[in-house]
């Protein structure tokens, strides 16, 4: 059946990612390694069934802690803001490896497909994978606390654009990074030096926030009019703790806003990912093409060398040296191209 | 009319060495064209530029006037790619790939039906289209890979090696189609290490070496000016290759 080219893109990806039609043979026809099946279907069991109430009680016990002060608005705020943290740091690694060590971006470009498409179906699927994340840290607390609060349908129907776009902002904020700066660092040539350095990173970023993050909001808390402000005005808590993180205060801004100003929300918190996900395509499309082929580059270059390194030493056949096996073990595509 | 069009083209990997050094040429529509060399001439860096995976260091590459790297989607829109290795989403089966190559090319339901049907057939792919990729044998991956690329019936097939993995009765199947299609006026550029094929279904031929052109024309010109030799013979002669001086006695020394 003939399908739009986007959609058959995007969905092409999720399915070969999580390779649904090959769990679908193995489980359903053939009816190999049920056992996995099973398993999952066990674990989750068990985790909805003893863990979901302790969760939700707990839940619903911090909603109940935060509307005695009046500030039921930042428990949603660190909801979106913890989903958000968690999106930032898996991210990253999703965002590489889908974008430069996949190997079906040899295919991708050899399709009549701008790179912009392939641009945009491979951040949704970095998307699709951390909405994982949100379906376990943000979901709940967003329909826990509908419940208890037995909120509006404009609630329900902002809590599905906040869910969806929760990991858009990670996303994007990745993408505008990364993908300028593989221009000039080969992260094919550095896989593993890449993982070890980003690892560091996030860490002395998480640091470097908690950091900020608390000075911030003790500096906010020390001060007796703020205090008093804040006490009177819990949106304003809301603002401070969300400057660090503006979906988030937008986000809630549109969930329990005053009035008609919640459409306005929503409608803002839409267009900041909409339009952020537009500026993450655009450079993207700048730098992405190009830095592309020069990762085809690289890899077309190694084999090259290899291959040079093999014909040097074809008049002395027996002067094989380790650096030589080496350089063979780690290119085993030269033989298929003999 | 020319289909491809190569000039003045150069790729370098790392500075100062050139994989492939000021080629031109000029492919024509209704021709079989044959590109020879041997294992690291740049073969395979020629091909993946036309067909825009990699970035021409110098020089500009044209597919039915389209230039691959200003207009790279139209000119991909006219070629039928194969790899010299096939890559495929292993985790789809068979068909799904397929369906999913035809959305890209926008094939119509009918036309994806047909030639779905028809090249499965003549391949003998057919009853494995349901199964999932992975479990394909080397020679079932190529000819998947041959059907994606002939499924949207592009002017241009741009073929890596083709027959490589592929049993007699395909590779023989294949010839034919190569031959079917220049004969409707469209063209068949591909490489490939099998001399007899180069004789007997190439209008025209090139031999690359190091990177660089050693001759362009047609395989009796190319014959007749080595003194009617083999193809293998003349080969080996274009590409000064030392094979036939090879002692392998010590093969058996121990």
Same mark, same amino acid.
């Given at each position: ?11 092409? *990806? ?36 003893? #863990? ?100 509006? #349908? ?109 459409? *306005? ?74 | ?32 064209? =044959?590109?020879? =060399? ?65 959305? !890209? ?25 349901? &199964? ?11 000819? $998947?890979?041959?059907?994606?690329? $002939? ?24 010839? &034919? !189609? ?16 099998? !001399? ?24 009796? &010109?190319?014959?007749?000016?080595? =003194? ?11 590409? &000064? ?14």
């Amino acid at each position: 059946m003939k399908q739009n080219k986007m959609i058959s893109l995007i969905l092409t *990806l999720i399915n070969a990612h999580y390779g649904l039609s090959k769990k679908r043979v193995q489980y359903f026809k053939e009816k190999k390694r049920l056992w996995e099946f099973f398993l999952l279907l066990g674990v989750f069991g068990f985790l909805f069934i003893f #863990i979901g109430p302790l969760f939700v009680k707990l839940q619903g016990m911090m909603i109940d802690q935060y509307r005695q002060v009046g500030l039921e608005g930042l428990f949603l705020n660190n909801a979106i803001l913890i989903t958000g943290m968690f999106g930032f740091f898996l991210g990253i690694y999703l965002v590489i490896n889908e974008f430069f060590f996949t190997k079906d971006l040899n295919l991708l470009m050899s399709l009549p497909l701008k790179p912009k498409e392939i641009l945009g179906a491979k951040s949704f699927l970095v998307m699709i994978d951390l909405l994982w994340i949100s379906l376990l840290f943000l979901l709940p607390p967003l329909v826990i606390f509908g419940v208890k609060t037995g909120a509006d #349908i404009i609630y329900w129907i902002t809590m599905v654009f906040v869910l969806v776009f929760s990991q858009a902002f990670p996303v994007i904020i990745q993408m505008i990074v990364l993908l300028p700066i593989s221009r000039y660092i080969n992260f094919g040539k550095y896989k593993d030096f890449l993982i070890y350095f980003m690892s560091i990173l996030l860490v002395v970023v998480v640091i470097g926030f908690q950091f900020y993050a608390t000075n911030d909001l003790a500096g906010y808390q020390l001060s007796e009019e703020k205090m008093i402000e804040m006490l009177s005005n819990p949106q304003g808590l809301i603002s401070q703790a969300g400057k660090d993180y503006p979906p988030a205060s937008i986000g809630v801004k549109a969930l329990i806003g005053e009035g008609f100003q919640r459409v *306005l929300w929503l409608f803002l918190f839409i267009l900041m990912h909409v339009t952020g996900f537009y500026f993450a395509l655009f450079i993207g499309e700048k730098t992405y093409y190009k830095t592309y082929l020069k990762f085809q580059d690289h890899y077309n270059g190694k084999e090259g060398k290899a291959n040079q390194l093999i014909f040097e030493h074809s008049s002395d056949r027996f002067s094989g040296t380790d650096c030589n096996l080496f350089v063979c073990n780690k290119q085993p595509g030269i033989s298929a191209n003999i | 009319m020319r289909v491809i069009s190569i000039h003045d083209f150069s790729k370098s990997y790392s500075k100062g060495t050139f994989a492939v050094k000021n080629i031109s040429l000029e492919i024509r529509d209704g021709e079989v064209f =044959g590109f020879l =060399g041997p294992n690291g001439a740049g073969k395979s860096t020629t091909i993946k530029s036309i067909v825009g995976l990699l970035n021409p260091t110098n020089g500009s590459i044209t597919v039915n006037g389209h230039d691959i790297t200003k207009a790279s989607v139209q000119a991909k829109y006219q070629i039928g790619y194969v790899p010299d290795e096939a890559v495929l989403m292993e985790k789809l089966k068979g068909i799904e790939y397929l369906n999913f190559i035809a959305d !890209m090319y926008q094939v119509s339901n009918r036309q994806r039906r047909e030639r779905i049907t028809k090249l499965s057939e003549a391949f003998k792919l057919n009853s494995d289209l349901v &199964k999932t990729i992975d479990t394909y044998s080397h020679g079932m991956r190529q000819k $998947l890979s041959l059907i994606s690329a $002939l499924m949207h019936n592009p002017a241009v097939w741009i073929l890596d090696e083709p027959i490589v993995g592929l049993d007699p009765e395909s590779a023989f199947r294949l010839k &034919k !189609m190569m031959k079917s299609h220049s004969e409707k006026g469209k063209t068949v550029f591909f490489s490939t290490h099998v !001399m007899e094929i180069v004789e007997k279904i190439c209008d025209r031929v090139a031999i690359i070496s190091k990177g660089e052109l050693l001759f362009v024309g047609t395989v009796e &010109k190319l014959k007749k000016n080595r =003194g009617d030799s083999t193809m293998e013979e003349v080969f080996l002669e274009v590409t &000064k290759s030392e094979a036939e001086q090879d002692d392998f006695s010590y093969l058996d020394a121990y």
